[in-house]
C-alpha cells in the first residue's frame, strides 16, 4: 500500500504498481493486477472475485484489518511516523525497519 502518493522528481502515481516487484520475485497474489481489466495484454480467464476492498492500490487508507487477513504480507511505503503507527498493530510483524517501503508479515 503506497502512502507516498506523489514524487518530487515523477509526475503522477509512479509508486502505485511498485508492490507488483515483490509478485515478479517471489510470486503469490496482489491486491491489483492489470489482468482484472478486459484491454490488457492478458486477463484472467475466470473474473476474480476480490474479499478485500478493492482500490487499495490508489486508495490505501481505505485498508480495514479484515482486508489485512487475506494476505501473508504487506508491503507499505510511507514516513516514519505512518510505519510507527503500523507497527503498533500487534498481527503486522515488521520484516525490514528502514526506508520508505517496508515489509510486514501479517499474522492470522
Request: proline share 6%.
Amino acid at each position: 500500500m503506497s502512502y507516498l502518493k506523489e514524487s518530487a522528481i515523477v509526475r503522477g502515481r509512479p509508486f502505485i504498481q511498485v508492490f507488483s516487484y515483490a509478485q515478479v520475485y517471489r510470486g503469490g497474489e496482489l491486491n491489483f493486477s492489470f489482468a482484472d481489466f478486459g484491454p490488457s495484454l492478458v486477463i484472467y480467464r475466470t473474473p476474480r472475485q476480490l474479499a478485500w476492498t478493492s482500490g487499495l492500490e490508489w486508495f490505501p487508507e481505505r485498508a480495514k484489518k479484515s482486508d489485512l487477513m487475506f494476505f501473508d504480507y504487506a508491503i507499505v511505503s510511507g514516513n516514519d511516523r505512518l510505519h510507527e503507527t503500523v507497527r503498533q498493530d500487534p498481527v503486522l510483524i515488521p520484516l525490514t525497519t528502514e526506508g520508505h517501503w517496508r515489509c510486514y508479515r501479517i499474522i492470522r
